[in-house]
Structure formats: structure tokens, C-alpha cells
């Protein structure tokens, strides 16, 4: 249970890094879809280093880099079709995003623990 809280505050504080850098891209000026590429690529690098070094104390490798990037494609398109699924039922998208959260949280563990990071 330890892992687990650890991956969700690494992944806490890389959505932060996302966010901060976004809002400081587009203080300055940077049109918006470099700025969130930007920022989004600050806090995936984040994320990927942190997870490797202290949620799955695991060193970061090029076959454990491409599969977690592949966990996030598949957790970002998990996202996707929950948030689809649940607003085709009425459930704002914010709400359907919180509910999102959760299920994410746990399949990008599971899939990190016992496949990206596995040696």
C-alpha cells in the first residue's frame, strides 16, 4: 500500500509540473498547443524518472521507458472512453473525469509494478 500512495503523489506532483508549466508557458506568450505539449512532456519526464527511482525502485531503462510510456497511451485512452461512456449517460465531464481518477490511478500501478518496471 506504501508503493501505491507514493505512485499517486509522484503523479500528483507531476500533474503539477504540468499545470505550473502550462500557466507559465501561456503567461508568456507561447500559443497553446506547444504549450501544453511542453508542459506535458515536463511532467511525463518527471514522472517517468520519480516512478522508476522511488515507486518501483527500478532503474530506467529504454525497455521500461517504452512500456511505461505505453501505460500512460493506454491509461489516457482508458480515460478517454470512461469519459465518453459515463457522459453519453448524462454525468457532466468534470464529474466523469473525477470518476476517471481512481481507475487510472489503479491500472497505471498495476501496469507499472508488474510490467513497465518489472525486471
Request: proline share 2%; glycine share 6%; no cysteine.
Amino acid at each position: 500500500m506504501a508503493r501505491f500512495a507514493v505512485y499517486v503523489l509522484v503523479g500528483a506532483v507531476s500533474a503539477g509540473i504540468d499545470l505550473l508549466t502550462l500557466s507559465a508557458l501561456i503567461a508568456v506568450g507561447l500559443e497553446q498547443l506547444p504549450a501544453l505539449t511542453i508542459a506535458f512532456a515536463a511532467g511525463f519526464i518527471f514522472n517517468i524518472k520519480t516512478h522508476s527511482l522511488f515507486t518501483f525502485d527500478s532503474a530506467l531503462n529504454r525497455k521500461s521507458g517504452i512500456r511505461f510510456t505505453a501505460v500512460v497511451a493506454i491509461n489516457y485512452f482508458l480515460t478517454l472512453v470512461i469519459i465518453e461512456t459515463l457522459t453519453i449517460f448524462s454525468l457532466e465531464l468534470f464529474s466523469a473525469k473525477l470518476v476517471s481518477l481512481p481507475i487510472i490511478a489503479v491500472t497505471g500501478y498495476l501496469l507499472g509494478r508488474h510490467w513497465a518496471f518489472k525486471s
